[in-house]
């Protein structure tokens, strides 16, 4: 755990990979195998992947694409970002680059009768092609996205979640030991507005992950309660954290 907290650090969106390094065996069988580890936001919802060369796609970066597939289930998006930042996180920590690639179109739409979702671009990286400086992320202000509590100590890092075209749509209201989390709905970005919502819900499963990060290093413990889904509001509620200091 706290070595994915680190990674909070050092990840970051890859638009331009190394071409001369590419994947041994072994790396890819290590990406296999961490895949089986992720720990789902939701039990219950089947999710498939498979790894394919990029030029199986449209994904225009990178050496391979991380195709994934999940059963259309309440919080399915959810439960894709949540999941899958957990690889990002620890790919990172092994010098893998990667790349939430929202707009890239695949040959097969199904793969084992579960529907696509999203891929992930993949490819090996320097190390010095990382974060070096977290904070010269483009970030919005703190208080742009949390409203209330700050003593939790943990805003400052949660906002530098990935999200599509940089969006953020996360917002949090912190008060008496309880975080409520909501996504927007009034974006500007250049992603199709019919998309804009199915994008921000994974984006918001990415942002639940790193909240939990936090929450974790930080020692408090949390009991989540998800929200129904709900599209029609203006402030969509997410979910909400009951908070406890440990110790």
Request: a neutral charge; one cysteine or more; aromatic letters at 12%.
């Amino acid at each position: 755990m706290k070595e994915l907290y680190d990674m909070i650090f050092k990840r970051k969106s890859f638009r331009k990979f190394n071409d001369a390094l590419s994947f041994s065996e072994e790396e890819l069988q290590d990406i296999n195998e961490e895949i089986k580890r992720l720990i789902p936001l939701i039990t219950g919802i089947e999710v498939k992947y498979e790894i394919v060369p990029r030029e199986k796609t449209t994904c225009k970066r990178g050496e391979c694409c991380l195709l994934i597939y999940s059963e259309e289930k309440e919080h399915y998006l959810l439960n894709v970002g949540y999941m899958f930042e957990q690889l990002d996180l620890y790919l990172a920590s092994r010098n893998i680059g990667v790349c939430w690639y929202g707009m890239g179109k695949v040959n097969e739409t199904q793969y084992n009768n579960l529907p696509y979702v999203i891929m992930l671009a993949l490819g090996k990286a320097e190390e010095n092609q990382f974060r070096k400086d977290y904070r010269k992320s483009k970030r919005k202000e703190t208080s742009d996205i949390w409203k209330g509590d700050l003593s939790f100590e943990i805003a400052e890092f949660v906002k530098y979640a990935p999200s599509a075209c940089n969006t953020q749509p996360w917002r949090v209201v912190c008060e008496n030991h309880t975080l409520k989390i909501y996504r927007i709905t009034e974006i500007k970005s250049i992603i199709p507005k019919e998309k804009v919502s199915f994008y921000n819900s994974i984006d918001m499963g990415i942002f639940l992950y790193f909240v939990e990060l936090a929450l974790s290093h930080n020692k408090i413990s949390f009991q989540r309660t998800l929200s129904p889904e709900n599209n029609e509001a203006d402030l969509i509620p997410i979910g909400i954290y009951m908070l406890k200091k440990e110790g």
